[in-house]
């Protein structure tokens, strides 16, 4: 069977990325599944870089195609941060996703709403040995005071799709893999791997 690395250890983006991966014919293979315990220190200059060196990394670890992502929350009131930060976005060492929107929502005070904001994801697919290909994906709203909903992980419970008058936390899995920015970095993705694969 041909396998997939998903280069994460991120326990909500395995579970998107399986999600929006399912239909792709290949074995998708989390780091636990084969016991590799690989932590890639992300001092890219942007989102690709990081991408790329994660992809790399792991490819070169397990001998597996590998599939990584590096994404990012950035808010024009914030001058387009956290962005490349959004996962260290806090002073305090050890926060958790929870300190990250209370600081995002401190920071934001004062500031005129809406709080117009976009996520940003970029996918690599590593050959072991071989080439990296580089993939982007975004999606637009804005930032709102209050959380709402318990459905995925990071900003999602402050960012707001207004069309839909939800959170992202608030969408379904199905929803969410069809509206954000990882679901459309995979879709570019997707030709990559059945090329690399020979779908």
């Not at 994404?71 to 024009?76: I, R």
């Not at 956290?82 to 990250?100: C, E, M, Q, V």
């Not at 379904?172 to 030709?191: D, F, W, Y």
Request: hydrophobic share 40%; glycine share 8%.
């Amino acid at each position: 069977m041909k396998q997939l690395l998903i280069a994460t250890n991120n326990k909500g983006k395995v579970i998107e990325l399986q999600d929006l991966l399912k239909d792709l014919e290949v074995e998708l293979i989390t780091p636990a599944d084969i016991n590799l315990n690989l932590d890639v220190e992300e001092d890219g200059r942007d989102y690709a870089e990081n991408a790329a060196k994660k992809a790399i990394a792991f490819a070169r670890a397990s001998g597996l195609i590998s599939l990584a992502d590096d994404s990012g929350l950035e808010v024009d009131a914030l001058d387009g941060a956290p962005g490349l930060y959004s996962a260290r976005y806090h002073p305090k060492p050890g926060a958790n996703d929870a300190d990250r929107r209370a600081y995002m929502l401190e920071n934001l005070q004062g500031k005129p709403q809406p709080w117009a904001a976009h996520f940003h994801a970029t996918i690599a697919v590593a050959i072991p040995g071989g080439d990296v290909q580089i993939v982007d994906g975004s999606c637009y709203g804005v930032i709102t005071p209050e959380e709402r909903g318990d459905n995925g992980f990071g900003y999602d419970p402050i960012f707001l799709f207004p069309e839909l008058n939800k959170t992202m936390a608030e969408l379904g899995m199905e929803e969410k893999n069809r509206l954000s920015h990882r679901a459309k970095a995979v879709m570019n993705a997707i030709p990559i791997l059945q090329r690399i694969f020979g779908l």
